[in-house]
């Protein structure tokens, strides 16, 4: 059986080598109806590549630039990481922050240099800007520096060396600078021959800024700005004479203003009792001024003036700024420490067994007056501890505590000292042991642009609506990338047209040749018939020929298209005779190409073949052999 089919397979090849002038004429007509389909694909997918790669190769090709403008939030490195993820197709997100110092640098050779304004801007791993221009990027954190040439010319330094930032803030009376060592990663050529820029970590570049706003950078040892934390209060002591103690106007008013009143004449804080006289507390109605969340929320402490709140009282009484009294070991001993702070001037000093033991609005911040058992001989500072570390307070003034208090001493200070230690064990507030004082805690950075890169231009339209529903305002590519993508899609339609058009009249002319070529072999056909060949023969053989001819079609188109495409995309030198007419033609042929052009010649042979060599198949043999006696 097997022997039979490969007869009719060679039947079939030697019909087609006996008559190779048809044979050729038949290849040439199939080719020519493959080669245009071909030539299509590898136009299409040209033409596309060419804009694509356009845009591929610019460093805005797959960056979108987003900022917050009026309705966009503005964003935290916690929010830049969630946008990171939560958008479609993001690879990175980069904060657009910069800052302009001074550099300085020393060559081996040479004079040291310096560039008194030079901006740099933030980067991270992954940047693409930057690899594209072959730099080395910075690790998270990493102390290093990417270069423009002209900046890296001006400072005469190269990838290896340092130099040096030079940051200067003016927080205080005087400007204050501090300088930090980098390392140059890289040295990246710039179309701009002025300019003096650099590339630095965005992580490094917000610690610049946090400086520059007078926070204090621990990582660094930068000091903070010497402006202390603003001091807030859990509550406020309000002291009344019982001849002037608040009348019910007052009480009404406090109350309108949200404060909640609280008579705490019998149970003062253990530190007030043991300072107070105790033969003049009778003679004092003591109440307490708070919220109903001041006292248990650090972060809505008060922070009203005590004079504001005495002078809307008609009592002639004296407003005292509150928070808890703290506990503390000094050398094994036990001490409390209480914020009290008094006018110069005023009727409660009397109330004191030492009136000069209370601060005053005028005396140092981080100053102490000591009330001890036996008298306080000690150092000049008082040494406070802290979760870590500790502070240092000037002794100011120094007195004695009767026995009564147990040998528990006192330590007096003004009362914004007890706010920040309060905020300080809330972690609202830092201690900077450079300046000795307590310092607000930076926020988290706020960036309000920042540069985005898709994975793949493509993905650029649906992260831009993304970002427009997040009311950001967005500059992108999207208009060409949109356009890329409409002509893809109309290449693919005109691909398809074009090809089932000439795919269904190469069709019908393959079918007509066949036909035309069968009914002349009708003779030979009736002879194969009585020689015993078997009808499925007849078939076979008629559509072997057809599948040779579409394999030897499909060879010739692809030949001839490879061909075709190297001289369309031909550059011709400048000058010639071709360069004024003969334009440079993108046409990318894949091996699917090919593989789809080979198919579609089989196809199209083989649809081709099936009439024709079914009516062969079915010839009467003799009636075959008669008609092809007068053809």
Same mark, same amino acid.
């Given at each position: ?23 050729? $004429? ?81 060559? %081996?050779? !040479? ?33 290093? #520096? ?10 005469? #330094? ?22 930090? +060592? ?10 701009? %021959? ?50 002037? *103690? ?11 203003? !949200?404060?909640?009143?609280? *008579? ?14 105790? *033969? ?34 008609? %009592?002639? +009484? ?53 009330? $001890? ?39 007096? #200070? ?9 905020? $300080? ?14 310092? %607000? ?32 305002? #967005? ?12 002509? +893809? ?65 499909? !060879?010739?188109?692809?030949?001839? !298209? ?41 196809? =199209? =042979? ?26």
């Amino acid at each position: 059986m097997i022997t039979r089919w490969f007869y009719y397979v060679r039947l079939g090849v030697l019909d087609l080598v006996r008559l190779w002038s048809t044979t050729q $004429h038949h290849v040439i007509i199939v080719a020519g109806i493959c080669l245009p389909i071909l030539l299509l694909l590898g136009l299409k997918r040209g033409h596309v590549a060419n804009l694509r790669k356009e845009l591929l190769t610019s460093p805005t090709g797959r960056q979108v630039m987003f900022w917050s403008a009026q309705k966009g939030e503005l964003m935290t490195p916690a929010r830049i990481a969630s946008l990171q993820t939560d958008l479609p197709a993001v690879q990175l997100i980069i904060p657009e922050t910069q800052r302009v110092v001074a550099l300085r640098s020393q060559p %081996a050779r !040479g004079e040291a240099r310096t560039v008194s304004s030079a901006t740099l801007y933030s980067t991270r791993q992954g940047d693409p800007l930057l690899q594209q221009l072959g730099a080395t990027l910075p690790q998270p954190d990493e102390k290093g #520096v990417v270069l423009a040439h002209p900046l890296a010319t001006q400072l005469d #330094v190269k990838p290896g060396d340092s130099v040096q930032v030079v940051l200067t803030r003016e927080k205080g009376e005087k400007p204050e600078s501090v300088t930090l +060592d980098l390392k140059v990663l890289s040295v990246i050529p710039t179309d701009n %021959a002025r300019a003096m820029i650099g590339y630095l970590d965005v992580n490094v570049l917000d610690r610049f800024e946090q400086y520059i706003r007078g926070y204090r950078v621990a990582d660094y040892g930068w000091p903070a700005a010497k402006t202390s934390a603003r001091d807030a209060y859990s509550s406020y002591l309000v002291f009344c004479e019982k001849s002037s *103690d608040l009348t019910a106007d007052d009480r009404e008013q406090l109350k309108e203003r !949200g404060l909640v009143i609280e *008579d705490r004449t019998t149970q003062l804080p253990e530190a007030l009792t043991l300072l107070l006289k105790p *033969d003049k507390r009778e003679n004092l109605r003591v109440y307490e001024l708070s919220t109903s969340a001041s006292k248990t929320d650090r972060r809505r402490a008060l922070i009203l003036s005590p004079s504001e709140l005495s002078q809307s009282t008609a %009592a002639d +009484d004296v407003v005292v700024p509150w928070n808890e009294v703290a506990s503390g070991e000094i050398e094994g001993k036990p001490w409390l420490m209480v914020g009290l702070s008094l006018p110069k001037r005023t009727w409660l000093r009397e109330y004191f067994r030492d009136p000069a033991l209370p601060c005053t609005y005028d005396d140092e911040p981080m100053s102490v007056r000591v009330a $001890h058992p036996g008298g306080f001989n000690g150092a000049e500072t008082l040494k406070w501890p802290l979760r870590q570390g500790e502070v240092s307070l000037k002794v100011l003034s120094r007195s004695t505590v009767p026995a009564e208090d147990r040998g528990r001493a006192i330590a007096v #200070v003004p009362a914004n000292v007890t706010a920040w230690l309060a905020a $300080h064990r809330a972690g609202m507030v830092d201690f900077d042991p450079l300046t000795q004082l307590f310092v %607000a805690i930076p926020d988290p950075p706020l960036y309000d642009k920042a540069r985005l890169y898709a994975q793949s231009i493509d993905d650029i339209p649906a992260v831009v609506e993304a970002l427009n529903n997040l009311k950001f305002a #967005v500059m992108s590519e999207t208009a060409r990338i949109t356009e890329i993508h409409d002509q +893809d899609r109309s290449l693919q339609l005109l691909v398809l047209v074009v090809g089932t058009g000439v795919f269904l009249f190469g069709v019908v002319t393959v079918f007509s040749v066949l036909l035309d070529s069968t009914d002349r072999k009708r003779g030979t056909i009736g002879i194969l018939r009585v020689m015993g060949m078997s009808r499925a023969g007849i078939f076979m053989t008629i559509f072997i020929r057809a599948a040779v001819i579409g394999i030897l079609a499909a !060879g010739l188109s692809a030949g001839a !298209g490879y061909l075709l495409s190297l001289a369309l995309a031909w550059p011709p030198p400048s000058g010639s005779f071709f360069a004024s007419w003969k334009p440079v033609v993108a046409v990318e042929l894949y091996v699917a190409d090919f593989l789809i052009i080979l198919g579609g010649a089989l196809v =199209c =042979c083989g649809l081709g073949a099936l009439l024709p060599a079914w009516k062969a198949s079915r010839l009467d043999p003799f009636d075959a052999i008669v008609e092809g006696r007068f053809r």
